[in-house]
């Protein structure tokens, strides 16, 4: 970018400061920042870390919007602060605070625990009864794109936790599962190579699960990465209720196909984007 197309601007942010063994209550300090184009809430905070309050905390690791470990809560919504451009929500104040519905750590730094451990509850990888083809695979699982499809959007979570900070249900009931938990439970017992939903059931269809939920779908209106939890708890629901009835069908996880076994695999070519840059 030329430097004539750089718009710089002060702007006032505000931060939630709060340090557990020294602050009776958290307070909101204020800060000002030059700035441009392109500069992220990250960015943002670095520059004041560096340049007027080495104090300041703050959790990040990729900054790029993968690692999940920057979300906070900025000008009232959960987002991921590497992800965000300030000059994208504002061009005069900002506000930055931790995620709710999470103890604070120090600053802007939740305790992300209890997120990790209802994550550890619904068993997130594939369960199977043969565990000889887990640990000493006899071939390959290959899935149609079908199969594929119903996972899919679910395995792009980040575990960042944005979504249970915006779930009105977590905030009023710090035990129940949450959404990202509960999206991630779906995202296996929807896996054709998975035979896990009577293991899961017990946990996913237990009070403070899924029949908790009341759908605001504030969850998916806030995932930074489209997965839509709200979605996954609705069909889980669903799931559940065919379980109850009967109705489910149980269909045999996926069988390992040999390595050697090509006989029955459809070969679909892969159309080749575009160059997006001259050769
Ligand atoms: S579902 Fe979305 S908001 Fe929730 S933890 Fe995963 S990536 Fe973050
Ligand atoms: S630093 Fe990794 S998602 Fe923001």
Redesign the pocket.
């Known amino acids: 970018m030329k430097r004539q197309d750089v718009q710089e601007r002060i702007i006032s942010v505000y931060i939630h400061r709060f340090d557990p063994t020294s602050d009776k209550k958290p307070r909101a300090v204020l800060y000002e920042l030059a700035v441009e184009q392109g500069m992220t809430v990250l960015d943002g905070l670095h520059r004041i870390k560096e340049t007027q309050d080495p104090t300041l905390a703050f959790r990040f690791s990729c900054r790029m919007g993968v690692c ?1 470990s920057c ?1 906070m809560l900025i000008n009232g919504k959960p987002m991921l602060a590497c992800n965000t451009q300030i000059l994208d929500v504002t061009d005069k104040a900002l506000t930055v605070a931790p995620l709710p519905n999470f103890r604070v750590v120090r600053d802007l730094v939740p305790d992300l625990a209890p997120l990790f451990k209802k994550h550890v509850q619904v068993n997130p990888y594939i369960v199977r009864t043969d565990g000889h083809e887990m640990e000493s695979p006899s071939g390959e699982f290959i899935q149609t794109p079908e199969e594929l499809i119903k996972y899919l959007q679910f395995t ?9 900070a915006a779930c009105p249900t977590a905030a009023t009931d710090e035990n129940y599962l949450g ?2 938990a509960l ?1 991630q439970a779906y995202r296996y017992i929807v896996d054709s190579r998975d035979d896990g939903f009577h293991s899961r059931k017990s946990v996913v269809g237990a009070d403070k699960a899924v029949f908790n939920c009341h759908y605001a779908g504030e ?1 998916s209106a ?4 489209g ?1 839509d ?1 709200a979605r996954a708890i609705q069909f889980m629901k669903r799931e559940l209720v065919r379980d109850y009835l009967l109705m489910r069908r149980h269909t045999a996880p996926l069988k390992a196909r040999a390595l050697n076994d090509k006989s029955k695999e459809k070969k679909t070519p892969l159309p080749v984007p575009p160059y997006t840059v001259d050769r």
């Open positions: 999940g979300a792009y979570c980040i575990k960042c936790g944005a979504c249970v959404p990202m999206a969850c806030v995932c930074p990465k997965v939890p």
